[in-house]
């Protein structure tokens, strides 16, 4: 069990699932104080973090987790109980284009990290307490047939250099619990879903096209399947492996809803004509699912994932609250209303 008090440094909190987790952290955690080190880049934004900005509990620093000289500096002038480590690139299109960020940042970035604690809590004779925890995915174990699920005994298998990239910082990650004892932990979860994802993810994507009129791109023939997981789920999930996961272990973290991309466009496209019929009726359709358009696959296209973590569950005890067609419904809402706003409408 770790000190549940103290400051804990996130690394990219200004993203989807950092600003959720801060969020949710933060309320669960009365005596924590939060260090947010995040280099905004395209897909981080201030604008994640309202709900906690004000809070005297919450600090934020503007920073690059490459940057040798600044991680060394937070961990002399913070004393970080332990690291919650979501930054990354993180967009499978962009690695593809071109992979150099990602190997700096997800490899070399968490190799700075992973250095400046080590140092810092050998120093302090707690290598072996406190805690770096890194947020993982799925697809470092690449691609399934149509039956069977990742493990965690699961062989890395990376198909592109996003999860190349994710799969070579948890192989750092583990290297430095091995060689120096530290107190590592990973956590490798499925496809999430929820508020204040980047717009240029699928289900963004999709609600923001409808809401556009415009054509709705789904790769190849929408059959790949992910498995997804609820971002508040995957934060209580996060919450149970930062303080009770055993070191050195990686527990899985999946949504038990296995779904193709075709099938997630439409439910959006039926929940979008339920609470936007006078968008449909401008842009001249009776459904949004007129806008669906099968496009070119995408290069070395994962054909499916699913997430045993029977693990987490049965030593942990956690298990996702939500139910896809709510969170989904909800999600979709969330987007909707954020969009009323920027239009005006
Ligand atoms: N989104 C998913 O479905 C999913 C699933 C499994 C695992 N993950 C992992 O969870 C983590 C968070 O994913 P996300 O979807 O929230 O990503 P995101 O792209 O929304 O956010 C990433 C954040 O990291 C910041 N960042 C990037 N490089 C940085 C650097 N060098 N220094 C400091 N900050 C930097 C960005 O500014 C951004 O705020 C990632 O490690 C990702 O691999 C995501």
Same mark, same amino acid.
Do not use: C, M
């Given at each position: 069990m770790n000190n549940q008090e103290g400051t804990i440094l996130i690394t990219g909190g200004a993203g989807f699932i950092g600003s959720n987790f801060i969020q949710y952290f933060m309320g669960?955690?009365?005596n924590v104080t939060i260090l947010n080190i995040d280099k905004l880049t395209y897909a981080g @934004?201030?604008?994640?973090?309202?709900?906690?900005?004000?809070?005297? &509990?919450?600090?934020?620093?503007?920073?690059?987790?490459? !940057? $040798? @000289?600044l991680v060394k500096?937070?961990?002399?002038?913070?004393?970080? &109980?332990?690291?919650?480590?979501?930054?990354?690139?993180? !967009? $499978?299109?962009?690695?593809?284009?071109?992979s150099r960020a990602f190997i700096e940042s997800n490899v070399l970035g968490t190799m700075t990290l992973l250095q400046a604690a080590r140092d810092d809590w050998e120093k302090k004779g707690e290598i072996s307490s406190r805690r770096f925890h890194q947020i993982s995915t799925d697809e470092i174990y690449g691609s399934l047939g149509s039956d069977g699920k990742f493990s965690e005994e699961t062989t890395y298998d990376p198909r592109n250099p996003y999860s190349a990239s994710k799969a070579g910082a948890n192989l750092l990650v583990k290297s430095f619990g091995y060689t120096y004892g530290m107190n590592i932990v990973i956590s490798s979860s499925s496809n999430n879903y929820g508020p204040?994802?980047?717009?240029?993810?699928?289900i963004p994507t999709i609600i923001r096209k409808a809401l556009a009129g415009e054509h709705i791109p789904i790769y190849g023939d929408g059959k790949n399947i992910r498995d997804w997981l609820y971002v508040e789920d995957h934060c209580r999930a996060l919450d149970a492996i930062y303080h009770q996961g055993k070191p050195l272990e990686t527990y899985n973290v999946g949504g038990g809803n296995e779904k193709t991309n075709i099938a997630i466009a439409k439910q959006i496209c039926?929940?979008?004509?339920?609470?936007?019929?006078?968008?449909?009726?401008?842009?001249?359709?009776h459904s949004f699912k007129e806008l669906i358009t099968f496009t070119e696959d995408r290069k070395g296209h994962d054909r499916r994932y699913a997430v045993d973590d029977r693990k987490l569950r049965n030593?942990?005890?956690?298990?996702?609250?939500?139910?896809?067609?709510d969170a989904l419904r909800k999600t979709v809402e969330w987007y909707v209303k954020q969009w009323n706003l920027q239009t005006n409408r």
């Open positions: 669960e955690h009365p @934004s201030t604008d994640n973090l309202k709900e906690v900005e004000r809070s005297d &509990r919450y600090q934020f620093i503007h920073g690059d987790i490459a !940057h $040798v @000289s500096h937070v961990f002399q002038n913070y004393d970080i &109980r332990g690291v919650i480590h979501f930054a990354a690139e993180s !967009h $499978v299109d962009r690695s593809i284009e071109d204040k994802q980047h717009k240029e993810k699928l039926d929940i979008l004509d339920q609470i936007k019929p006078e968008i449909k009726l401008q842009a001249g359709i030593e942990l005890g956690w298990k996702p609250k939500e139910d896809l067609d």
